[in-house]
């Protein structure tokens, strides 16, 4: 017999893998709709890496141990896909609509880059930091 909290998991992947499949089969018959798939696969990823990060420090709490949120890899990689979304959004949906933000968008897109890079270099370390 599995382990609640594996049964949880394995609906949330369920769910995961259910979305990914309808996305994969929306683009299959639909590739000229105005849906932009690529931005949904990473929200949904974001969301995925999110929920499994918040959801290890919970274990670890509830175990006794303290945890800081800047050291689980999986939060780190979740927040930093869900910048990307928005760097995305910004780059491609936003600006062609406000033309005139052209400088501000600029310097909004460099910061969420930068964010994100730095969030995904910290998951990197403090993977192998806990391997070690």
């Not at 930093?80 to 491609?92: M, Y």
């Not at 310097?107 to 070690?132: P, V």
């Amino acid at each position: 017999m599995k382990h609640p909290d594996a049964r949880n998991t394995d609906n949330v992947l369920l769910v995961f893998f259910t979305i990914i499949g309808t996305m994969g089969i929306g683009i299959l018959f639909f590739p000229h709709s105005e849906a932009y798939y690529p931005t949904t696969f990473s929200l949904v990823v974001s969301c995925y890496w999110t929920y499994m990060g918040i959801k290890k420090i919970g274990e670890d709490f509830a175990h006794g141990k303290q945890v800081r949120w800047y050291t689980q890899p999986s939060l780190l990689i979740g927040i930093g896909s869900f910048l990307g979304v928005l760097w995305n959004l910004l780059q491609f949906k936003i600006i062609p609509i406000f033309p005139n933000t052209l400088l501000t968008s600029t310097t909004i897109e460099n910061i969420l880059l930068s964010l994100g890079l730095l969030l995904y270099l910290l998951a990197i370390f403090f993977f192998f930091k806990h391997r070690s």
